[in-house]
């Protein structure tokens, strides 16, 4: 017996630092830092490959045909097209969720709040796409194609690199960055359903609107089973792709759908969960596990069941799929799409007016624009600025916003689509203006947070409009 003791005592402290790894890494892996390396490590691997002896391997993958048959019916892409076509949809769909989020309850919902984002937005799209179209004007006429390119943020890449800053940026940069990220994408898919589309089918778009307006059916009716606005979902999704429209443009249509109210209400919840616990503790036997008491494993069943029914489909969807898109869908996106081969003299890049007009888009044009754009909306008393939140901490964050890696990427892919050079010039220039976005910005917060520590305390209490104290 005292042998069984002591061998429990050897193994408690081995235990306690399995359990310490297994919650930091579960910590780790829900960060925002996580999908930023997962992103940049499948770039990474793609630029590598792509100018390695294995670049022809990577150009056939691509184009590797992948096709879906049943009798007589079949589908039939190219794995790029599957991945930009397809699994991209999922990608919109989730933005969709955050969008509807936020303007309902999040930081969009009110306008004194949600104003200043909006403003910062405004420029960081409008100076970018201008700087971008002033240089292109020097160059082909298809370069022109390219200006809605600098225009989105990367939300994943620059919520990232706040997160591995931590307290060296305030708080109220994330949410700030994060809203103004929304923002942006929500402009980027307004250019790319209305300047990124060609041939209208209005046939298959009518069907389109027919199947868009069965889900709102159900979601008025009070449909909460995820089946029907996946059926729904996957119809709307062929008739988009069908009509002409950019077949993205199904994820944030069908997000819109989705339902904001739960089954039940919170008195429900409790009231239900505490009967759950009580039978659960009463017919609880200790000498036993859970694998061996069936009522009790039926009772956790129940208690997931009641929960499902009390939270709302838009989080609990979106918390579902937020996982696979972050860490599997945008790195497939990013390995198939940032592979790019590297000219045998890199002097002659700067030759490309495409590759100029993203760089200094991405840079320049953010900076100018989210910076000008803020400032104007707090003087004129429109906004304000969010509590310990600086102008220097916003222009900080107008150069991460100068990030634009996966947004940017897809909306190069349609603009340049059939002219493989100038898509590859666009590629190289979002590299380049993304990783100089993010070291600029980077810096900033380290300068701004090392020059606080640096200031004496008083100057610090003035500067946050505290009153001094004899004991300081």
């Known amino acids: 017996m005292n042998q069984l003791q002591d061998k429990d005592r050897e193994l408690a402290p081995l235990e306690r630092k399995f359990n310490h790894f297994i919650c930091s890494f579960e910590q780790f892996f829900k960060s925002q830092a996580t999908a930023s390396i997962t992103l940049l490590l499948a770039a990474i691997a793609a630029m590598v490959i792509a100018n390695s002896q294995w670049h022809e391997a990577y ?93 989105a943020t990367d939300t994943a890449f620059a ?65 909460r089973r995820p089946i029907f606005y996946l059926v729904g979902g996957i119809l709307l999704w062929w008739f988009v792709l069908q009509s002409g429209v950019h ?49 009790q494993h039926e009772l956790v069943e129940q208690a997931q069941d009641i929960a ?58 953010k900076v100018i624009g989210i910076s000008l754009f803020a400032w104007l909306a707090v003087k004129s008393g429109l906004s304000r600025l969010p509590n310990g939140l600086a102008f220097g901490h916003v222009f900080a964050l107008a150069c991460l916003a100068g990030v634009g890696f996966t947004m940017s990427l897809f909306i190069a892919s349609l603009g340049f689509a059939g002219h493989p050079e100038l898509l590859a010039q666009a590629k190289l220039g979002i590299l380049a203006g993304s990783v100089i976005a993010a070291i600029i910005g980077t810096s900033l917060f380290l300068m701004i947070e090392h020059k606080v520590h640096e200031e004496p305390k008083d100057e610090q209490h003035n500067k946050a409009g505290l009153p001094q104290t004899d004991q300081e």
């Open 247 to 295: 077949a993205t443009a199904a994820g944030i249509l069908a997000a819109l759908a989705v339902p904001t109210k739960p089954y039940a209400q919170s008195t429900w919840f409790a009231t239900n969960m505490r009967s759950v616990l009580n039978r659960f503790e009463k017919n609880d036997r200790k000498d036993k596990s859970i694998l061996e008491q069936q009522d």
């Open 159 to 223: 919520l990232g690199i706040l997160a591995l800053l931590g307290s060296k940026a305030p708080r109220s940069a994330a949410v700030t960055l994060s809203a103004l990220a929304i923002v942006d994408d929500m402009g980027a898919v307004a250019v790319i359903g209305l300047f990124y589309t060609e041939n209208i089918h209005l046939t298959s778009l009518m069907y389109a609107g027919l199947t868009l307006c069965g889900l709102f059916a159900l979601n008025v009716l009070g449909f």
């Open 59 to 151: 150009e056939e993958i691509s184009h590797m045909a992948f096709s879906i048959s049943l009798g007589d019916f079949a589908i039939s892409h190219s794995l790029h097209t599957w991945v930009n076509d397809g699994l991209m949809v999922l990608f919109f769909f989730l933005l969709g969720l955050e969008i509807k989020y936020e303007c309902l309850v999040g930081d969009l919902k009110d306008f004194r709040d949600s104003s200043l984002v909006i403003a910062m937005a405004i420029g960081g799209m409008l100076l970018p796409a201008g700087i971008y179209a002033g240089v292109a004007l020097n160059g082909v006429d298809e370069a022109l194609r390219g200006w809605g390119i600098p225009m």
């Open 308 to 365: 499902a029914m009390t939270t709302t489909p838009i989080q609990r969807w979106g918390h579902v799929l937020n996982r696979p898109v972050s860490l599997i869908i945008l790195p497939i996106f990013a390995f198939i799409n940032a592979g790019v081969a590297l000219p045998d003299d890199l002097s002659k890049i700067f030759d490309s007016v495409v590759f100029i007009g993203v760089a200094s888009a991405m840079v320049l044009g």
